[in-house]
């Protein structure tokens, strides 16, 4: 089956970069999507289709992608973007799959 | 605006069913697959179920397929979620998500997320 593995944890301080990498572990992926998630919230979609940034989302959030790893960058991090970090995607068979998420500490 | 309102949770005893609703607005509803997300206490997202715009074609995780069924009132712009045969490990927060895609067959992403309802399983 399909899965992606994400670190379970990152640290930076504030106006530092955080890349978060997210990697499937077998075929090649379809496109990947990237979630905030705050305590007590509903996920907030940050970047979609690999790199594409929705409106209202902040500059500092970008993604990328290199074969089967996706990364989520936030540069210049500030105190607000501490978080649980997710994500996504969808395999041929249509079934979606989630990453096991990733909590950013901003020291 | 997109809004997703979940209704439906409560506190079950294993094995019984519940069902959960959500009501959708702000967009063409019957243009976009749904989905049913799942967050158990303290855990990671888990998706559950994908449902296509017109209700033609449903795909379920694995831990849920065979009890979950997952359908759609597009007159209504509802989304549902049926679930039979609760288990304990079911006891979770219950988003219902927006397809990012419109009128596409299979899942893609997410682009708006409702604040989830709560379903407890306990005896």
């Known amino acids: 089956s399909y899965e992606l593995t994400q670190p379970p944890s990152v640290s930076v301080s504030p106006g530092q970069t955080a890349r978060i990498t997210c990697s499937a572990a077998a075929l090649p992926k379809q496109y990947a999507y990237w979630y905030q998630q705050k305590p007590g919230q509903a996920p907030v979609l940050v970047i979609y289709?690999?790199?594409e940034r929705p409106s209202g989302i902040p500059e500092r959030f970008s993604g990328s992608s290199s074969g089967t790893t996706v990364t989520l960058t936030i540069s210049g991090v500030q105190a607000e973007d501490e978080a649980d970090y997710y994500c996504q995607s969808a395999d041929s068979s249509g079934t979606v799959v989630f990453g096991g998420g990733t909590k950013l500490t901003v020291l | 605006q997109v809004q997703l309102v979940e209704s439906g949770g409560g506190v079950v005893q294993p094995g019984v069913s519940l069902r959960l609703s959500c009501a959708a607005s702000?967009?063409?509803?019957?243009?976009?697959?749904m989905h049913w997300v799942r967050q158990a206490p303290g855990k990671g997202l888990e998706w559950v179920a994908f449902?296509?715009?017109?209700?033609?074609?449903?795909y379920y995780a694995d831990s849920v397929k065979g009890r979950f069924t997952i359908s759609r009132d597009n007159s209504k712009n509802t989304l549902y979620l049926q679930m039979n045969s609760l288990r304990a490990e079911d006891t979770a927060v219950y988003y219902c998500?927006?397809?990012?895609?419109?009128?596409?067959?299979?899942?893609?992403?997410?682009?708006?997320w409702g604040q989830g309802t709560l379903v407890t399983v306990s005896s």
């Open positions: 702000g967009f063409t509803f019957s243009n976009y697959g």
């Open positions: 449902i296509r715009y017109d209700g033609s074609n449903k």
């Open positions: 998500a927006k397809d990012a895609t419109d009128l596409v067959a299979a899942a893609t992403g997410f682009d708006y």
């Open positions: 289709k690999d790199s």
